[in-house]
């Protein structure tokens, strides 16, 4: 018969290897497919030890030997077992082989290994590289999951089951687990459950989302110091999603820039009840780039969605609802929002002498996605009051020059008959692409002036005497005629002449009464009117002429 024994020093250095760092398999020196020994563990089966070997010869006898794993060396072993049968393989030469194992403390042991094959070849001391955890396990049993399949009505889910105890010293007794904390995990959720003394545990949780796997597992616990705690095989989950539904009181808006437009609608959930309101979820407006606004239905699933224009495109989609909630799908609605472009628009007015008026100005746009229009024009209106009643004087075309943002294109026109006494702007028309703007009101206004009785106070005149005219200054506001403390030119044309010559100017009293002395040289004719120098507020008067002898 053949023989192989491990010699002390090698079976020492074997057994202060770390356990878990692959220990080559023992097998018989100088032979060809002796007994090779592959692992001995517990497999978490309390008080049982599982052999794996293999031999050409099928295995004949194996013992297994316990020492406690922080023992020193040459201390007893603490037991052993030879109480073998073959758990699994076709014949003796290979497989797994079982037995009980009865020792009389818990704890981890080394286990080495006898094996003997039916050729005699033997191994003796092969050290297994696991250890024996010779410890109570904990398992939990009877786990189960209600509703099984979640939906929008029963979201609730409660985990439970029972946690059993069993010593390896008597393993066919178990006992129930108390004072155990279970973990639980569902997708994103985490939750526990302590175990009362029955063994017995509950847990709930809502999902969050729609498929997941529902571990539960126990802890390490102080009542049970080193107890193996073995996995248990989640359980496949899923919710079931109710179908959606939404109004939304308009489906496109048109908006100029920067102003904030409204969506109005209701949303619903099918149930096994119906359809009902569906409170608290999102809608959305969003187009394929990113999400432009945002609300929430409230308790009976009304919302109100606030749509600013400078979020969406121009297509989008309003949505209820998120792809990934557990309880119910989402719903779309299409949605289409057009803008008009902020524009800016200047104005520069006035009003000559002669009643003229003369106007210049500039429109301008910001956004780069704007565009002007194939003829822009601009309107230019007058009102009494400058709040209503806005009447259109001419349209004014606006030539472009630049055609890009932020640059100025201007406009020009001169009225010869406008009104004298208005409030003027000028009004943008825009297009559907650029909104419109309107300048703020100027009030333009020059009123009519005349002279009533102009005469000279004595004719004929002395040569070189001093004489003065007579006659009253006035001007028009509204209907009625106002005294003028503003006096007009004196012109004179001598006899025989065809063209008047400035003097100078007349000054006129508090009751538009002309002030002002001239010399006598010569017979002629004298006239007054109000033709320069007016103020920006009076217009240009007909001349009135008186003819004075000088002798």
């Known amino acids: 018969m053949r023989r192989s024994t491990f010699l002390a020093a090698a079976t020492a250095t074997a057994l202060s ?7 080559a398999p023992a097998h018989a020196d100088g032979t060809n497919g002796g007994p090779v020994l592959s692992d001995a563990d517990g497999w978490y089966e309390p008080g049982l030890l599982y052999v794996t070997a293999h031999s050409d010869s099928p295995l004949t006898r194996i013992t297994a030997h316990f020492s406690p794993l922080d023992a020193p060396e040459g201390t007893q072993e603490a037991g052993s077992t030879a109480d073998f049968t073959q758990y699994s393989g076709e014949d003796a030469r290979s ?13 981890d042991y080394r286990v080495t290994v006898d094996l003997q094959d039916a050729s005699g070849a033997t191994v003796t001391g092969a050290l297994s590289p696991h250890t024996l955890h010779y410890q109570t396990v ?35 007794v178990p006992v129930p687990a108390g004072g155990v904390i279970v973990d639980v995990d569902a997708g994103h959720i985490h939750t526990t459950a302590t175990t009362a003394e029955d063994g017995r545990f509950t847990a ?7 498929i997941f796997q529902l571990w539960a597992s126990p802890e390490a616990s102080s009542r049970y110091p080193g107890a193996i705690r073995p996995p248990v095989s989640p359980q496949s989950m899923h919710t079931a999603q109710a179908p959606v539904r939404f109004t939304a009181g308009t489906h496109s808006l048109n908006l100029q820039q920067g102003a904030t437009g409204t969506v109005t609608g209701h949303a619903e959930i099918q149930t096994t009840s119906g359809w009902q309101p569906l409170p608290h979820t999102t809608i959305t407006l969003q187009d394929p780039a990113h999400v432009a606004d945002t609300t929430t239905t409230d308790s009976q699933g009304n919302y109100t969605l606030h749509v600013s224009s400078d ?16 309880f119910q799908q989402y719903a779309t609605e299409p949605f289409s929002l057009h803008v008009a472009y902020t524009t800016h628009i200047g104005l520069s007015a006035s009003l000559d002498d002669d009643g003229v008026l003369r106007t210049h100005g500039y429109v301008s746009y910001e956004d780069t996605r704007a565009h002007w229009p194939a003829h822009p024009t601009v309107t230019l209106q007058y009102s009494k009051d400058g709040k209503s009643g806005w009447k259109d004087a001419a349209t004014v075309p606006v030539p472009i020059h630049h055609n890009k943002p932020l640059f100025d294109e201007t406009f020009t026109r001169t009225l010869t008959k406008p009104d004298t006494d208005a409030y003027w702007r000028a009004r943008f028309n825009g297009n559907p692409d650029l909104g419109t703007s309107t ?69 006129s009293d508090h009751n538009g009464h002309l002030t002002g002395w001239v010399t006598a040289k010569q017979d002629g004719t004298w006239a007054v009117a109000y033709s320069r120098q007016t103020g920006d507020h009076y217009l240009t008067s007909t001349k009135v ?3 004075v002898d000088v002798h």
């Not at 290897?17 to 220990?23: C, D, Q, R, S, V």
């Open 95 to 107: 497989g797994v082989w079982r037995a009980p194992v009865h020792l009389a403390e818990l704890g």
């Open 311 to 326: 979020g969406a495109a121009p297509n989008g989609e309003l949505i209820a609802g998120t792809g990934d909630m557990p």
């Open 545 to 547: 002429t008186d003819y």
């Open 204 to 210: 709930t949780f809502v999902p969050t989302m729609t």
């Open 138 to 172: 904990i398992r939990l049993t009877g786990v189960t999951a209600t509703p099984n399949v979640p939906d929008y009505l029963h979201q609730v889910v409660s985990v439970g089951g029972t946690a059993v105890a069993r010593d390896p010293r008597d393993p066919d």
């Open 439 to 507: 300048t703020k009101p100027v009030h333009l206004y020059r009123y009519a002036t005349r002279i009533t009785g102009f005469h000279a106070t004595s004719d004929p005149v002395r040569k070189g005497q001093p004489f003065r005219f007579a006659g009253t200054a006035q001007y028009k506001k509204g209907t009625t005629w106002k005294p003028l403390q503003e006096g007009p030119t004196l012109y004179f044309k001598p006899r025989g002449s065809t063209t008047y010559h400035y003097v100078c100017e007349l000054g």
């Open 17 to 23: 290897a770390p356990l878990f760092t692959g220990t």
